[in-house]
């Protein structure tokens, strides 16, 4: 079975610092992987995926995560965090063969310092 | 283009009493996901529809909970009776069945 473990509940940053969350997953063969990003009261909004390729991934609002196979990991980074980044982020894993379920993780919860 | 949408966005109910959530998927997704989202949690999936067949169930509580996708387009899920811990997040996505779904907002749901 696919798992997804996020080891930081919160974070909290100075804006314009750098940003990395942390994402490791559990799945025998290669999965795809995503980021969401969830402001209060909203549904999910898609930062980026990974199915295959290039390793190194680009998504919206200037993050981008590194797929690592060695480490089972999918972290997520920014160069310089923004005030309006203050949200919660979701790192899930999915699989053709089960049907493109989507396990996630527990969310990190990305507080930022004036 | 339209996203997901979801009605209500909010329910306050009492517990034993039914409450049915709606869904428009984004037009011409194929593919539609009920979560339910606990508080401090991740989504978990809680049925997977393939046009109007559902093709996982399997995290759906069958006792108390439903759900249709009648037509293959708009769907309802719905809890008869709620209990206290069905108080969460329900979300519904959808997809072209290729790997990238895209959330409604969902419906926050409260039982007293």
């Known amino acids: 079975a696919q798992s997804v473990t996020q080891p930081d509940i919160h974070i909290t940053v100075s804006e314009g610092a750098s940003l990395e969350l942390r994402c490791n997953y559990s799945?025998?063969?290669?999965?795809?992987l995503f980021w969401y990003v969830q402001s209060p009261g909203q549904g999910l909004q898609l930062l980026l995926k990974y199915f295959s390729g290039d390793t190194l991934v680009q998504g919206i609002k200037g993050f981008e995560a590194e797929f690592k196979r060695s480490q089972s990991s999918f972290n997520l980074r920014k160069p310089s965090v923004h005030w309006s980044d203050a949200a919660e982020y979701f790192c899930?894993?999915?699989?053709?063969?089960?049907?493109?379920?989507?396990?996630f993780g527990t969310g990190t919860r990305l507080a930022v310092r004036p | 283009e339209a996203g997901v949408v979801q009605s209500p966005r909010y329910k306050i109910i009492e517990k034993k009493q039914p409450v049915a959530f709606w869904c428009n998927p984004i037009?011409?997704?194929?593919?539609l996901y009920w979560y339910r989202q606990n508080l401090g949690q991740g989504p978990e999936l809680l049925i997977r529809y393939e046009n109007e067949e559902a093709v996982d169930d399997s995290q759906l509580p069958k006792d108390r909970f439903s759900a249709e996708r009648l037509k293959g387009v708009d769907s309802t899920l719905k809890i008869q009776p709620a209990e206290l811990g069905d108080s969460a997040v329900y979300l519904c996505?959808?997809?072209?069945?290729?790997?990238?779904?895209?959330f409604g907002p969902g419906t926050r749901l409260t039982v007293t």
């Open positions: 996505a959808s997809s072209l069945g290729q790997h990238e779904q895209y």
């Open positions: 799945y025998g063969a290669t999965p795809y």
């Open positions: 037009s011409g997704h194929n593919t």
């Open positions: 899930a894993v999915g699989a053709e063969s089960s049907g493109d379920k989507l396990t």
